[in-house]
């Protein structure tokens, strides 16, 4: 999955976690795994004075400062937002998600909701290379703003982890003959692999993934989907499955209808496993 969708991911379940529970966010510092490439994740809010225009100001200057002061302003708990696109024109024609999904910010919207008693706030990241020769390769400053306050809260119902799952198997299993028999390597092995995770007992191979979430006390269901979800991301730049293309045509429409339903239920996938409440 992209770094945006790791970080949201983190964020939403280390601060509920935290403002249900007292969790200990001690650990969401720019050493955390989800942080790898980050020089910078700090929070900003839109101050409009009395005079003169408005201006964004720092809010918080850390994920952990940024969840302290959500919780003394009475935030209850975080979920992750997916606002699917797919409008975007090119040459008359309608570019999906799934390719747009290269490039930062691209694919569709992802927000932060905070909840409180009676209403939501909304927060979107920015990221940005501002040092793009950094040695430890931290070259991304990353901004999270407050797009909009006071919103009309709704219910979310739960997610069906176990119904997402048997779907996401249907999905990788037949995204996976598509690849095989068009000769598509090393990609049938690929969606192999995650369908694998999806159904293993011990689905993270390296520690650091274990970091993405607290995952004391949590479903193995969840934990091996949050793993798949990864495992199977392969939308990308230049050399991914979404660099493929096709002349008009069956293969064309069906490499299209597999790869945009792979994306859709990869991002339910990530939502679900953030909002996931035991």
């Known amino acids: 999955m992209t770094g945006e969708i790791a970080r949201a991911i983190t964020l939403v379940t280390y601060g509920t976690a935290f403002l249900k529970d007292g969790y200990d966010i001690t650990s969401l510092t720019l050493s955390h795994p989800s942080f790898t490439f980050e020089n910078k994740v700090a929070f900003y809010v839109f101050k409009e004075p009395w005079f003169g225009k408005g201006k964004w100001v720092e809010f ?15 935030c ?12 975007i024109m090119l040459n008359d024609a ?18 932060l909701e905070a909840v ?11 990221e940005e290379v501002t040092a793009p020769e950094a040695p430890d390769h931290r070259i991304w400053t990353i901004t999270y703003g407050r797009v909009a306050t006071r919103q009309v809260k709704t219910e979310s119902r739960p997610a069906d982890i176990t119904d997402i799952s048997v779907r996401l198997a249907t999905m990788l299993g037949e995204i996976r003959d598509f690849a095989r028999k068009e000769e598509m390597d090393p990609w049938g092995d690929y969606f192999d692999q ?15 993934d274990r970091q993405i979430m607290p995952l004391e006390n949590k479903d193995p269901a969840l934990i091996r989907l949050l793993a798949a979800s990864g495992k199977a991301w392969c939308f990308g730049g230049m050399g991914s499955w979404n660099d493929f293309s096709f002349e008009e045509g069956e293969k064309k429409e069906r490499y299209e209808s597999l790869s945009a339903g792979l994306y859709s239920l990869l991002m339910e996938s990530c939502v679900a496993v953030a909002n996931y409440r035991d």
Not at 80 to 86: A, G, L, M, T
């Open 94 to 111: 309608v570019v999906p998600d799934y390719k747009l999904a290269r490039f930062v910010g691209g694919g569709g919207r992802r927000l």
């Open 194 to 208: 995650a369908l694998q995770v999806l159904n293993g007992v011990d689905p993270f191979a390296a520690m650091l």
């Open 116 to 126: 409180y008693e009676g209403y939501v706030d909304y927060w979107t990241a920015k």
């Open 60 to 74: 918080a200057a850390d994920p952990i400062s940024w969840l302290g002061k959500l919780k003394k302003d009475g």
């Open 76 to 87: 209850r708990e975080l979920r992750f937002v997916f606002e699917p696109d797919n409008t």
